[in-house]
């Protein structure tokens, strides 16, 4: 499960209420910090190979302040374990990737993987959709599930499927190309600016239209600064 970034806005959702199911590492980072750009590969590799069983978020301290004053981060980076809503460990600094495994090993260990949680890690639809079988609201099984249906162009159960759980960064980004896809467009292969400027004369009076411009957005990477671009040339045409 990749990365998520968490605003202050998602905080309770991304991070809080999805700590109910597995471990969430929240790394709090900024660009200007060096240390931050050396620890980041390092803890997206560990978690990563956690398969789902903890799940890394990371927080722009720069554009999140209130996620960094909810933590008193005083110095970054700054890494914190949150199970069952609860900071159960942490460190600051950028530690080696030894004790950043030692570190997420600790925090995995509070989780037991269930079998639901091995049959996800397989990854295919039917390993998927026997975890449902066991437990119909886990969240990695429905992700990893809907992200295949809109690949084999079932959009439509993708989108039913995403409606079992809150709504997060990941699923927002899934729900988004179901949707597309519904409507028989394709994000990955389109000239998306060119989309982009033609849906940005019709968003105001166009609700499918804005619809479409807001999910061609959320289809770009977070990092994308056509993202924040096009946002604040949509707020410019709506208000």
């Known amino acids: 499960m990749p990365a998520l970034d968490v605003t202050d806005a998602t905080f309770e959702s991304d991070v809080l209420a999805a700590s109910d199911e597995a471990p969430v590492v929240v790394d709090l980072w900024a660009p200007w910090c060096g240390p931050c750009r050396t620890l980041g590969p390092i803890i997206e ?28 981060v005083q110095s970054i980076p700054a890494v914190f374990a949150i199970s069952k809503r609860k900071v159960v460990d942490g460190f600051i600094g950028a530690l080696p990737e030894p004790q950043v495994r030692d570190f997420v090993g600790r925090v995995g260990g509070a989780a037991t993987p269930s079998e639901a949680d091995e049959l ?11 975890a449902l079988e066991l437990e119909p609201d886990h969240a990695g099984a429905i992700v990893a599930l809907a992200e295949l249906l809109v690949d084999d162009q079932r959009p439509e159960e993708a989108l039913t499927l995403l409606g079992r759980i809150p709504e997060n960064a990941e699923t927002r980004r899934i729900a988004a190309l179901a949707r597309l896809a519904a409507s028989d467009q394709d994000a ?15 968003v105001k009076e166009d609700e499918d239209a804005r619809r479409e411009f807001l999910d061609l957005l959320e289809t770009l990477p ?12 949509l707020s410019s045409r709506l208000f």
């Not at 956690?50 to 890394?56: D, H, I, K, P, Q």
């Not at 996800?120 to 026997?130: F, Y």
């Not at 292969?189 to 033609?198: C, F, K, P, Q, Y």
């Not at 977070?222 to 040339?233: I, L, N, Q």
């Open 188 to 202: 990955a292969t389109s000239d998306v600016e060119a989309r982009l400027d033609g849906l940005l004369e019709r």
């Open 120 to 130: 996800v890690a397989k990854g295919d639809e039917a390993s998927l959709r026997a």
């Open 45 to 72: 590799k560990v978690v990563d190979e956690t398969n789902g069983a903890v799940r890394l978020a990371k927080v722009n301290v720069d554009e999140n302040p209130q996620v960094s004053a909810a933590f008193q």
């Open 222 to 233: 977070t990092e994308d600064p056509r993202r924040a671009t096009y946002r604040r040339a």
